[in-house]
């Protein structure tokens, strides 16, 4: 089963942009959808980007549509989260998770699909 590590988080100012990846160490993500949730301090952990197995379909939260891009390198069994225009509001805690065995073009947006997570990694943007 796959292992996930995240990274690429950090301070940026609002109107900035990171580079989140998640690494599957184990094994192959290639038969995962592959989703990010974050979390906020006080906040329940929630929803932001899913992809499918195959990469074909993607699927976004409203509140990070237009700005983040979710993709994956199966070849090398990284999933990226791509986030421009950061925010204030898009301070958190951002997890990478991964649901095994879904069709090759369904990603859902549901934390209870998700069968692996990762330890999370911080994402501060200063105003």
């Known amino acids: 089963q796959v292992q996930l590590v995240e990274s690429g988080g950090g301070l940026v100012q609002t109107g900035g942009s990171l580079r989140l990846s998640c690494a599957s160490s184990?094994?192959?993500?290639?038969?995962?959808?592959m989703g990010w949730f974050r979390q906020a301090p006080g906040m329940e952990r929630e929803f932001v980007a899913a992809?499918?197995?195959?990469?074909?379909?993607?699927d976004y939260a409203d509140a990070v549509k237009g700005r983040f891009t979710i993709s994956r390198d199966n070849a090398h069994n990284t999933v990226y989260l791509q986030m421009n225009s950061l925010k204030p509001e898009d301070t958190a805690v951002y997890y990478c998770a991964a649901d095994f065995g879904v069709r090759s073009d369904y990603a859902s947006r549901f934390q209870t699909a998700y069968d692996h997570w990762g330890q999370g990694t911080q994402v501060t943007v200063s105003s």
């Open positions: 184990r094994a192959t993500i290639t038969y995962y959808a």
């Open positions: 992809i499918s197995r195959s990469g074909g379909n993607t």
